[in-house]
Protein backbone atom coordinates (compact mmCIF):
# COMPACT_ATOMS: atom_id res chain seq x y z
CA UNK A 1 0.00 0.00 0.00
CA UNK A 2 1.43 3.08 -0.80
CA UNK A 3 1.56 6.24 1.59
CA UNK A 4 -0.60 8.33 -0.03
CA UNK A 5 -3.38 5.62 -0.60
CA UNK A 6 -3.23 5.39 3.51
CA UNK A 7 -4.00 9.51 4.00
CA UNK A 8 -6.51 9.52 1.98
CA UNK A 9 -8.20 6.34 3.96
CA UNK A 10 -7.57 8.34 7.25
CA UNK A 11 -9.03 11.11 5.94
CA UNK A 12 -12.00 9.45 4.77
CA UNK A 13 -12.51 7.55 8.25
CA UNK A 14 -12.41 11.44 9.59
CA UNK A 15 -15.40 12.60 7.52
CA UNK A 16 -19.13 12.00 8.73
CA UNK A 17 -20.04 9.17 5.83
CA UNK A 18 -23.75 9.64 3.91
CA UNK A 19 -26.17 12.10 4.82
CA UNK A 20 -23.73 14.70 6.13
CA UNK A 21 -23.13 17.64 3.25
CA UNK A 22 -19.58 17.85 3.30
CA UNK A 23 -19.28 13.81 4.46
CA UNK A 24 -18.68 11.02 2.57
CA UNK A 25 -20.91 9.53 -0.51
CA UNK A 26 -21.13 5.92 -0.48
CA UNK A 27 -21.77 4.48 -3.59
CA UNK A 28 -24.55 1.71 -3.26
CA UNK A 29 -23.16 -0.45 -6.04
CA UNK A 30 -19.60 -0.95 -6.38
CA UNK A 31 -18.52 -2.84 -9.46
CA UNK A 32 -15.19 -4.02 -9.63
CA UNK A 33 -12.78 -5.10 -12.98
CA UNK A 34 -10.14 -7.05 -11.15
CA UNK A 35 -6.75 -6.40 -13.14
CA UNK A 36 -3.26 -7.13 -13.32
CA UNK A 37 -2.56 -10.37 -11.36
CA UNK A 38 -0.41 -11.51 -14.30
CA UNK A 39 1.66 -8.68 -14.48
CA UNK A 40 1.90 -8.23 -10.44
CA UNK A 41 3.06 -11.78 -10.35
CA UNK A 42 5.57 -11.17 -13.75
CA UNK A 43 7.29 -8.08 -12.38
CA UNK A 44 8.41 -10.37 -9.19
CA UNK A 45 9.79 -12.88 -10.98
CA UNK A 46 6.59 -15.34 -10.11
CA UNK A 47 4.23 -17.27 -12.40
CA UNK A 48 0.87 -15.85 -13.33
CA UNK A 49 -0.91 -18.41 -11.27
CA UNK A 50 0.71 -16.68 -7.92
CA UNK A 51 -0.30 -13.31 -9.20
CA UNK A 52 -4.06 -14.93 -9.69
CA UNK A 53 -3.69 -16.35 -6.30
CA UNK A 54 -2.70 -13.13 -4.40
CA UNK A 55 -5.95 -11.78 -5.71
CA UNK A 56 -7.92 -13.83 -3.30
CA UNK A 57 -6.35 -11.93 -0.57
CA UNK A 58 -7.95 -8.47 -2.36
CA UNK A 59 -11.18 -10.20 -2.79
CA UNK A 60 -11.55 -10.96 1.00
CA UNK A 61 -10.29 -7.36 1.60
CA UNK A 62 -12.68 -5.73 -0.99
CA UNK A 63 -15.81 -7.60 0.51
CA UNK A 64 -15.01 -6.76 4.09
CA UNK A 65 -14.42 -2.67 3.28
CA UNK A 66 -17.46 -3.26 1.25
CA UNK A 67 -19.22 -4.67 4.67
CA UNK A 68 -17.07 -1.62 6.64
CA UNK A 69 -18.32 0.99 4.14
CA UNK A 70 -22.27 0.30 4.50
CA UNK A 71 -21.83 -1.03 0.38
CA UNK A 72 -25.05 -2.83 -0.37
CA UNK A 73 -23.59 -4.42 -3.44
CA UNK A 74 -20.33 -5.14 -4.78
CA UNK A 75 -19.54 -6.89 -8.00
CA UNK A 76 -16.23 -8.58 -9.05
CA UNK A 77 -15.47 -9.78 -12.41
CA UNK A 78 -13.87 -12.73 -11.83
CA UNK A 79 -13.72 -14.25 -15.35
CA UNK A 80 -15.22 -12.99 -18.34
CA UNK A 81 -16.65 -14.79 -21.47
CA UNK A 82 -13.39 -13.80 -23.09
CA UNK A 83 -10.91 -15.39 -20.81
CA UNK A 84 -11.37 -18.41 -22.82
CA UNK A 85 -8.82 -17.43 -25.05
CA UNK A 86 -5.93 -18.04 -22.19
CA UNK A 87 -4.05 -20.65 -21.97
CA UNK A 88 -6.09 -24.16 -20.77
CA UNK A 89 -3.93 -24.02 -16.80
CA UNK A 90 -4.03 -20.97 -16.57
CA UNK A 91 -8.23 -20.98 -17.11
CA UNK A 92 -8.03 -24.36 -14.89
CA UNK A 93 -6.50 -22.50 -12.41
CA UNK A 94 -9.06 -19.53 -12.68
CA UNK A 95 -11.57 -22.12 -12.05
CA UNK A 96 -9.53 -24.10 -9.25
CA UNK A 97 -9.78 -20.47 -7.29
CA UNK A 98 -13.10 -20.32 -8.00
CA UNK A 99 -14.09 -23.52 -5.96
CA UNK A 100 -11.52 -23.15 -3.36
CA UNK A 101 -13.10 -19.50 -2.38
CA UNK A 102 -16.84 -21.26 -2.58
CA UNK A 103 -15.49 -24.32 -0.56
CA UNK A 104 -13.56 -22.11 1.99
CA UNK A 105 -15.22 -18.51 2.91
CA UNK A 106 -18.52 -19.59 1.86
CA UNK A 107 -19.33 -20.07 5.63
CA UNK A 108 -17.72 -17.20 6.83
CA UNK A 109 -19.91 -14.83 4.10
CA UNK A 110 -23.09 -16.70 5.02
CA UNK A 111 -22.00 -15.78 9.33
CA UNK A 112 -21.55 -12.33 8.09
CA UNK A 113 -24.76 -11.91 6.40
CA UNK A 114 -23.61 -11.75 2.52
CA UNK A 115 -25.79 -12.71 -0.03
CA UNK A 116 -24.15 -14.47 -2.73
CA UNK A 117 -25.22 -14.16 -6.34
CA UNK A 118 -23.51 -15.31 -9.52
CA UNK A 119 -23.97 -13.31 -12.82
CA UNK A 120 -22.80 -14.74 -16.72
CA UNK A 121 -23.22 -17.86 -18.81
CA UNK A 122 -23.73 -20.88 -16.87
CA UNK A 123 -24.26 -23.47 -19.99
CA UNK A 124 -20.49 -23.44 -20.58
CA UNK A 125 -19.27 -24.25 -16.83
CA UNK A 126 -18.70 -27.92 -15.82
CA UNK A 127 -21.20 -29.34 -13.56
CA UNK A 128 -19.47 -29.24 -10.32
CA UNK A 129 -18.82 -25.60 -10.75
CA UNK A 130 -22.69 -25.12 -11.21
CA UNK A 131 -23.39 -26.55 -8.13
CA UNK A 132 -20.82 -25.09 -6.19
CA UNK A 133 -22.84 -21.76 -7.29
CA UNK A 134 -26.20 -22.79 -6.75
CA UNK A 135 -25.22 -23.87 -3.39
CA UNK A 136 -23.91 -20.52 -2.77
CA UNK A 137 -26.64 -19.23 -3.79
CA UNK A 138 -29.35 -20.80 -2.42
CA UNK A 139 -27.67 -21.18 1.33
CA UNK A 140 -26.92 -17.06 1.48
CA UNK A 141 -30.62 -15.78 -0.60
CA UNK A 142 -32.28 -14.69 2.65
CA UNK A 143 -29.02 -12.64 3.90
CA UNK A 144 -29.89 -9.25 4.49
CA UNK A 145 -26.00 -7.97 4.43
CA UNK A 146 -23.72 -6.95 1.05
CA UNK A 147 -24.45 -8.88 -1.65
CA UNK A 148 -21.89 -10.22 -3.41
CA UNK A 149 -22.06 -10.04 -6.67
CA UNK A 150 -19.43 -12.80 -8.81
CA UNK A 151 -19.21 -12.42 -12.69
CA UNK A 152 -17.99 -15.82 -13.74
CA UNK A 153 -17.92 -16.46 -17.38
CA UNK A 154 -19.38 -13.18 -18.02
CA UNK A 155 -19.79 -11.16 -20.84
CA UNK A 156 -21.92 -8.33 -21.23
CA UNK A 157 -22.57 -9.07 -25.23
CA UNK A 158 -23.47 -12.55 -24.48
CA UNK A 159 -25.90 -11.45 -21.79
CA UNK A 160 -27.64 -8.93 -23.63
CA UNK A 161 -27.80 -11.07 -26.28
CA UNK A 162 -29.59 -13.95 -23.94
CA UNK A 163 -31.80 -11.17 -22.75
CA UNK A 164 -33.12 -10.18 -26.28
CA UNK A 165 -33.18 -13.69 -27.23
CA UNK A 166 -35.46 -14.34 -24.33
CA UNK A 167 -37.75 -11.80 -25.19
CA UNK A 168 -38.10 -12.82 -28.71
CA UNK A 169 -39.21 -16.10 -27.80
CA UNK A 170 -42.16 -14.58 -25.67
CA UNK A 171 -42.60 -11.87 -28.34
CA UNK A 172 -42.78 -14.77 -31.23
CA UNK A 173 -45.49 -16.86 -29.33
CA UNK A 174 -47.85 -13.65 -28.69
CA UNK A 175 -47.30 -13.72 -24.74
CA UNK A 176 -45.49 -9.87 -25.05
CA UNK A 177 -46.21 -6.99 -28.13
CA UNK A 178 -43.06 -5.75 -29.75
CA UNK A 179 -44.17 -2.40 -28.38
CA UNK A 180 -44.38 -3.25 -24.51
CA UNK A 181 -40.55 -3.98 -25.18
CA UNK A 182 -39.07 -1.26 -23.32
CA UNK A 183 -35.73 -0.44 -21.07
CA UNK A 184 -37.50 -1.51 -18.01
CA UNK A 185 -38.35 -5.01 -19.77
CA UNK A 186 -34.97 -5.31 -20.90
CA UNK A 187 -33.03 -4.97 -17.39
CA UNK A 188 -35.39 -7.47 -16.19
CA UNK A 189 -34.00 -9.80 -18.38
CA UNK A 190 -30.14 -9.07 -17.78
CA UNK A 191 -28.66 -11.62 -15.38
CA UNK A 192 -28.25 -8.04 -13.15
CA UNK A 193 -32.59 -8.21 -12.56
CA UNK A 194 -33.42 -6.66 -9.33
CA UNK A 195 -29.75 -5.13 -8.47
CA UNK A 196 -29.13 -1.55 -8.66
CA UNK A 197 -26.88 -0.39 -11.57
CA UNK A 198 -23.73 -0.07 -10.38
CA UNK A 199 -22.93 3.38 -8.99
CA UNK A 200 -19.43 3.30 -9.21
CA UNK A 201 -17.08 0.62 -11.23
CA UNK A 202 -13.13 0.80 -10.62
CA UNK A 203 -10.64 -1.10 -12.83
CA UNK A 204 -7.29 -1.80 -11.44
CA UNK A 205 -4.07 -2.38 -13.40
CA UNK A 206 -4.11 1.26 -15.49
CA UNK A 207 -6.17 0.15 -18.44
CA UNK A 208 -9.22 2.40 -19.37
CA UNK A 209 -11.92 0.09 -20.58
CA UNK A 210 -14.73 -1.86 -19.75
CA UNK A 211 -13.53 -5.02 -21.47
CA UNK A 212 -17.31 -6.21 -22.43
CA UNK A 213 -18.33 -5.90 -18.43
CA UNK A 214 -22.06 -4.71 -17.14
CA UNK A 215 -22.23 -2.15 -20.73
CA UNK A 216 -26.26 -1.69 -20.38
CA UNK A 217 -26.05 -1.64 -16.48
CA UNK A 218 -23.09 1.06 -16.51
CA UNK A 219 -24.59 3.62 -18.66
CA UNK A 220 -24.54 6.39 -15.85
CA UNK A 221 -21.85 4.70 -13.73
CA UNK A 222 -18.96 6.83 -12.18
CA UNK A 223 -15.52 5.11 -13.45
CA UNK A 224 -12.63 5.44 -11.42
CA UNK A 225 -9.35 3.40 -13.23
CA UNK A 226 -6.37 2.91 -10.87
CA UNK A 227 -2.50 2.34 -11.13
CA UNK A 228 -2.01 -0.49 -9.22
CA UNK A 229 -2.63 -3.70 -10.01
CA UNK A 230 -5.12 -6.11 -8.33
CA UNK A 231 -3.00 -7.75 -5.69
CA UNK A 232 -2.39 -4.50 -4.28
CA UNK A 233 -5.72 -3.08 -4.12
CA UNK A 234 -6.32 -2.94 -0.09
CA UNK A 235 -8.48 -1.25 2.15
CA UNK A 236 -6.74 1.91 1.81
CA UNK A 237 -6.93 1.59 -2.32
CA UNK A 238 -10.42 1.12 -2.06
CA UNK A 239 -11.67 4.17 -0.23
CA UNK A 240 -9.32 6.40 -2.37
CA UNK A 241 -11.56 4.81 -5.18
CA UNK A 242 -14.78 5.83 -2.91
CA UNK A 243 -13.14 9.52 -2.03
CA UNK A 244 -12.49 10.07 -5.60
CA UNK A 245 -16.50 8.74 -6.41
CA UNK A 246 -17.77 10.98 -3.73
CA UNK A 247 -16.10 14.00 -5.34
CA UNK A 248 -17.84 13.47 -8.77
CA UNK A 249 -21.10 15.59 -9.79
CA UNK A 250 -23.60 13.06 -11.26
CA UNK A 251 -25.81 14.82 -13.66
CA UNK A 252 -27.64 11.75 -15.44
CA UNK A 253 -28.39 14.04 -18.13
CA UNK A 254 -29.69 16.95 -16.36
CA UNK A 255 -27.97 20.03 -15.06
CA UNK A 256 -28.06 20.06 -11.71
CA UNK A 257 -25.91 17.87 -9.38
CA UNK A 258 -27.15 15.14 -7.60
CA UNK A 259 -26.55 13.19 -4.83
CA UNK A 260 -24.36 9.73 -5.39
CA UNK A 261 -26.39 7.65 -4.16
C1 LIG B 1 -7.06 -10.23 -13.85
O1 LIG B 1 -5.69 -10.27 -14.02
C2 LIG B 1 -7.67 -11.59 -13.58
C3 LIG B 1 -8.45 -12.15 -14.69
C4 LIG B 1 -8.66 -11.57 -15.85
C5 LIG B 1 -9.04 -13.44 -14.49
P1 LIG B 1 -5.06 -10.63 -15.39
O2 LIG B 1 -4.84 -12.12 -15.45
O3 LIG B 1 -5.81 -10.09 -16.53
O4 LIG B 1 -3.63 -9.92 -15.28
P2 LIG B 1 -2.91 -9.08 -16.40
O5 LIG B 1 -3.89 -8.05 -16.86
O6 LIG B 1 -2.53 -10.03 -17.49
O7 LIG B 1 -1.74 -8.49 -15.72
C1 LIG C 1 -11.04 -8.19 -17.67
O1 LIG C 1 -9.67 -8.30 -17.66
C2 LIG C 1 -11.67 -9.46 -17.14
C3 LIG C 1 -11.54 -9.70 -15.71
C4 LIG C 1 -10.98 -8.89 -14.84
C5 LIG C 1 -12.11 -10.93 -15.24
P1 LIG C 1 -8.85 -8.78 -18.93
O2 LIG C 1 -7.41 -8.79 -18.53
O3 LIG C 1 -9.41 -10.06 -19.45
O4 LIG C 1 -9.15 -7.63 -20.00
P2 LIG C 1 -8.36 -7.19 -21.30
O5 LIG C 1 -8.13 -8.43 -22.13
O6 LIG C 1 -7.06 -6.59 -20.87
O7 LIG C 1 -9.24 -6.18 -21.95
MG1 LIG D 1 -5.78 -8.36 -17.56
Redesign the pocket.
Known amino acids: MNSKANDAGAEILATPAEGDAGGLRIPRHVAII???????A?GRGLT?TE??RR?MESVRTAVETSRELGVSYLTL????SE?WARPPLEIQF?FGLLRLFIQRDLADLHRNDVRVRVIGNRVRLAADIRALLDQAETLTCHNRGLTLVIAFNYGARDEIARAVRAIAEDVAVGRVAPDAVDEAMIAAHLDTASMPDPDLVIRT?G?MRLSNFLLWQAAYAELVFMPL??PDFDRAAYLEAVKEYSNRARRFGGIAARRST
Open positions: MDGNGRWQRGHGFSFSNLSEFW
